[in-house]
């Protein structure tokens, strides 16, 4: 998945305009932010994983 694609997502899932990326720590990324772990190497698939995981409701229409 591309970084991109992850951020759509993550707007279509989370809202126009949502800090979402910046301020929720995940705790299977290692207590960092979605943007946080773009930024230490993550793939942004794997990112994705574990926001469906966390998210389930919010996530529901755009998972695997």
Excluded at 3 to 14: G, H, K, M, Y
Excluded at 23 to 50: F, H, M, P, Q, Y
Aim: include cysteine; charged fraction near 35%.
């Amino acid at each position: 998945m591309r970084i991109s694609d992850l951020r759509e997502r993550i707007r279509l899932s989370f809202g126009e305009g949502s800090h979402f990326p910046l301020d929720i720590a995940l705790s299977e990324l290692g207590s960092k932010t979605v943007n946080e772990a773009l930024d230490a190497g993550v793939e942004a698939d794997e990112i994705w994983r574990v926001v469906c995981k966390a998210h389930p409701l919010e996530t529901e229409k755009f998972r695997y």
